[in-house]
């Protein structure tokens, strides 16, 4: 009686369970109708044994305990199955939700944005159909972030995000393309008094006051915007026009909106400088690879350098790559680009290990474009061939979101590289979808934690013991850690008690041109003078 009563209510209890979490599968339907089966024939059973049923004659009995027995074991075995393949399809999921939508707003992330806008430009072609893009940048976010700290500025970017998404119609894409950067792709509104009209809508919206922590604060913000077909039907060519257009904007004062006209921009320099350069042969001369040295831990022994680039604006000055986003550049020129890079940091790394040491190396970091390149190996293979080098002299380094869109689908170059003897480093370790595990699938070799782990290093204690769990974890898998963005001693002092292996920073050196990093690896004697084995931070 109790094990028939026990039954049936847990058949009944599943069956409540079922309907609060709907959808997952026949696992459990099968476990519920042989709970139930079962507690009916154990019920059956007390029935017939106290004489007010017929006795169940055993030559029933037995193969019908057997077989209710036999469903429960298959259904428990079909649930463990589905839950399963369900866990892998959340992992999946979420990998992607990490990898193509920002985390602080929800919304499409710049590689997700530019493949829609790709999509859709694939779709548009031949047909007269036509759209807008829209560049939009808030001003003075800065103050915000300075003033109310990272809390407010994440807030606010939310709350902004949801006043643009209130502002598009069906079919209409918003994305967060940047810190402060948003994007929206309008498909159908490509005239120019159309686009303005919606351009003005949107910053009335956004120009509304905003409660954030309590405060009454108000953010304007600029817009760009290129017209597809008029001002092209090439993703990079509309990004490249509308965030033109939105700078424009920003140098009138902020808080409007222009749209792309040739004729009003500077056209003898941006935004087409790059292009123009790379058809003249001449891309070289307006980039430069500045060199930051990397150090070992304890020893403070510069062990090589991260190969950074830079692009000379006449104006502008010295740029750093996210203020010139080559990687937005065609398809042409970002590769052009790379191979440039990679060749001067294989010719830098080759004369320093000839003057300085033999086990001099030099990392360089990959766009997402080179890395996919399934000629990659080859090519990487080709220039240390022609400078003499050991793949060992060079190390190659991509982003944790680049890394994790290996998982599923393992570039063969990547593992072409490990075998030659090139390893990679994942970057910005810690930013995105941190899971040293998932890592641990790919030939990877290299750690690079993200500066933001080091900032507070030192001051705050829960930081000094996430990047201590790192450093074992990554140690534990075989994996060599980097530490970037090291600005103080203290928190060189913490990441040598942490056996960090290697690390970068404004304390040992900024990026240096290489003359000057030259003269430094010429002159980093051992550090402090009197030799606490340190580079100098001066
Ligand atoms: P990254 O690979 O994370 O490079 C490290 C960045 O941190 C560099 O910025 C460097 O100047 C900066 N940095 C180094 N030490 C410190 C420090 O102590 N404190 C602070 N606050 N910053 C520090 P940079 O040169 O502006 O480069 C920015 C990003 O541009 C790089 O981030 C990398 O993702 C990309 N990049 C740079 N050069 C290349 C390149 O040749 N190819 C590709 N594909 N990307 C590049
Ligand atoms: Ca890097
Ligand atoms: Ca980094």
Redesign the pocket.
Known sequence: LVIGAALLGAGLVLARVARRTAGTGAGPGFVRFAFIAKGAQQLALFGSLIGWLPAIPVGIEVPLDGLLTGLLGVGIVVWLLEEEQHRLREAARQIERLAFYDPVTGLPNRQLFVERLRGWLARLSGGDGTGALLSLDLDRFKAVNDRGGHEAGDQMLAAISDRLLQSVAEGETVARLGADEFALLLPGGGDAAGVARRAGAILERLREPLQIGGHELRIEASLGAALCPAHGVEAAVLLRKADAAMRRAKAAGGGRAEIWDAARLDAAREPFALERALREGRLGEDLE??F?PIVRSGSGEIVGA?????LRHPDRGLL????FL??AESAEVSDA??QW?LRE?CAAVAAWRRRFGAELRVA????AR?FEDRQLAAKVGAVLAEFGLPASALEL?I?ETMALLQVNDPAPGLSELRARGTRVAV??FGTGYSSLSYLRELPIEIV?L??SF?RDLGRRPRDSRIVGAVVQLAHGLGLEVVA????EEGQMAVLEMLHCDRM????FS??LPRGEFERLLATAVPFGGAGDGRLNPA
């Open positions: 690879l500045h930051q991260e190969a950074l680039l830079r750093s790559p996210p203020e080559f990687a680009i790379g890079v940091a360089v970091n990959l766009t080179a380094e982003t970057d910005d690079k993200d500066s080091i970037e963005g090291v600005e970068q920073g404004f304390l900024r990026p």
